[in-house]
């Protein structure tokens, strides 16, 4: 029998713990503030934004939205950027991706003033990750692992598979899995025989954006099974890269899409400014 893990009851509880610190700084008369820019009008984007935004009314901190018209210009971005860096008011800055294609995601990550880059997109935030030495950890691996933890599910000395190996999720998940001393291996759309690796695997990772890519003949019984996709199936409905039905009869534990993996990335999201909010105040 599988054990559903819950990440809308896991979430509420890290929003609840970032909510009471940020009412004991307002009691102080200090708030935490986080900038969302968009760039835009791409429908997904405008949700993952709206998400955010009632994220920090719900733990308290200040939200300020940038949205911005899909003709801006990269100088225009790294130019509110600048301002947002030097601006000692706003603790966290983040800028929805993907961005229209004539601005250059890499120089907008780059423009974020690496304390506040609370998505830990930035080269010397995910050094800091692999060397097990951070402030922040990307949002939506951290969101893993914190589940894993919640549920008492200790992976060291586990052999973990990834499938997926972007730059935001499938490689900042190999470190943190690392760093929790697990076996780890990241598969991906070169890997030769993936049933081979995920079928000997005790912990699965899925991050490959494709609807119920993970069959129950890919799984083995017993294995922890996280889902992280984000899909729409042939029928506009909401899934994820795990066959839910099916590879949930084989599975420990298996998080649900939605309700698993997604509203961890943005629990950690606000923990991540909280964290950005010390920094700058010298804690
Ligand atoms: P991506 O497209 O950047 O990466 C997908 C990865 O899957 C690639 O590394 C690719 O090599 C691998 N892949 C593709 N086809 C494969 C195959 N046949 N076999 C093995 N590997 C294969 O995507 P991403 O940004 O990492 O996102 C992955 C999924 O996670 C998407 O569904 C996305 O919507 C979702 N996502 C969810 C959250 C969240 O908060 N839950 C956050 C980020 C991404």
New binding site residues.
């Given amino acids: 029998m599988y054990k559903l893990i819950d990440g809308k009851e896991v979430s509420a509880f890290i929003k609840n713990q970032v909510r009471e610190e940020v009412e004991a700084l307002k009691k102080q008369g200090k708030t935490v503030s986080l900038a969302v820019i968009i760039v835009g009008n791409n429908p997904a984007s405008r949700v993952y934004v709206n998400n955010k935004k009632k994220a920090c009314e719900a733990t308290g901190i200040k939200s300020y939205e940038y949205a911005l018209d899909e003709n801006t210009s990269e100088q225009e971005l790294l130019a509110l950027i600048k301002e947002l860096n030097e601006n000692s008011e706003i603790n966290g800055i983040l800028c929805q991706l993907p961005l229209p294609k004539h601005i250059d995601e890499k120089k907008v990550i780059d423009a974020i003033a690496a304390e506040k880059d609370v998505d830990c997109f930035r080269a010397e935030n995910v050094g800091k990750m692999w060397l097990g030495d951070y402030d922040f950890a990307a949002?939506?691996p951290k969101?893993v692992m914190l589940l894993l933890e919640y549920y008492g599910i200790d992976v060291c000395g586990k052999n973990c598979v990834i499938?997926?190996?972007?730059?935001?999720?499938?490689k900042p998940m190999a470190s943190l899995l690392i760093e929790k001393s697990a076996t780890v291996t990241v598969?991906?759309?070169?890997?030769k025989n993936?049933s081979e690796f995920t079928r000997n695997a005790e912990v699965i990772i899925a991050?490959?954006?494709?609807p119920r890519?993970i069959t129950a003949d890919m799984v083995s019984d017993g294995a922890v099974v996280i889902d992280?996709?984000?899909?729409r199936d042939e029928n506009g409905k909401l899934c994820?890269?795990v066959d839910f039905e099916s590879v949930k009869e084989k599975a420990s534990y298996i998080t649900p899409v939605p309700g698993?993996?997604?509203p961890?990335?943005?629990a950690v999201l606000m923990r991540n400014t909280l964290v950005a909010y010390h920094i700058a105040n010298g804690k």
């Fill in positions: 949002c939506t969101g499938i997926g190996r972007s730059n935001i999720v499938g598969c991906h759309s070169k890997t993936l991050a490959v954006g494709r890519f992280v996709g984000i899909n994820g890269d698993g993996c997604g961890m990335t943005i």
